[in-house]
């Protein structure tokens, strides 16, 4: 149950577009379309806006995207805006019928 | 609106019990495998235990395996995580999230805060 691996930061100016990988391995992220994203503004509970690698859930803003290329998943947040700053999270399905998380990538809007 | 409210937080020493629980309304509880996800200060989540919907099956993380066990009552509407042989690295804010379809997690509680300290 290794955390599968995000950047630990990434910056962007308002309007830009930012892209946030999580790699895992052929036990989780590349055996299953199984990979969510969350948000999580601090001191809040986290908020699903990516699920089954690339469904966006009722209510969440188009700028969010996910996609998926074998071990990797990503998550691209187009049209940056202040209240996106935040911290986000990757989760994935294991083959013990465990869940993985990422470490978090805290997003910074410049 | 599904709601899921957790309690039985709060300060304990090293290599005692907690237990934890987590009401659940506005849903069909027991037609839901249901989570403990859990975040220490300042860290990254982490994935603890998943119960199925009957309670028939339970899983842990290998940091807690052995020492945490997760349970419901269908009947009563709620979730529990009974925690022994706490350690100061399980200090953080516990979630209780409601699972989808074992693919992701639409719904989560605000948390209750279990500070593990001598």
């Known amino acids: 149950q290794s955390a599968l691996t995000q950047p630990a930061s990434v910056s962007g100016s308002p309007g830009q577009a930012i892209t946030i990988s999580c790699t895992g391995t052929?036990?989780?992220?590349?055996?299953?379309?199984?990979v969510s994203w969350y948000q999580q503004h601090p001191g809040k509970a986290p908020k699903l806006i990516i699920y089954e690698d690339t469904k966006r859930p009722s209510g969440v803003s188009y700028r969010f995207s996910g996609s998926k290329s074998g071990n990797t998943a990503s998550l691209t947040i187009s049209g940056l805006q202040a209240d996106d700053e935040a911290d986000y999270y990757c989760?994935?399905?294991?083959?013990?019928?465990?869940?993985?998380f990422g470490g978090g990538t805290k997003v910074t809007v410049l | 609106q599904v709601h899921l409210v957790e309690s039985g937080g709060g300060a304990v020493r090293p290599g005692r019990s907690l237990r934890l629980s987590c009401a659940a309304s506005?849903?069909?509880?027991?037609?839901?495998?249901m989570h403990w996800v859990r975040q220490a200060p300042g860290k990254g989540l982490e994935w603890v235990a998943v119960i199925w919907r009957d309670g028939s099956q339970e899983n842990y993380a290998d940091s807690v395996k052995g020492r945490f066990i997760i349970s419901r009552d269908n009947s009563k509407n709620t979730l529990y995580l009974q925690m022994n042989s706490l350690r100061a690295e399980d200090t953080a804010v516990y979630y209780c999230?409601?699972?989808?379809?074992?693919?992701?997690?639409?719904?989560w509680g605000q948390g209750t805060l279990v500070t593990v300290s001598s």
């Open positions: 052929s036990s989780d992220v590349g055996s299953y379309n199984l």
């Open positions: 989760c994935s399905f294991e083959a013990r019928a465990t869940w993985v």
């Open positions: 999230v409601r699972d989808e379809r074992e693919a992701f997690f639409a719904h």
């Open positions: 506005e849903f069909l509880f027991g037609s839901y495998g």
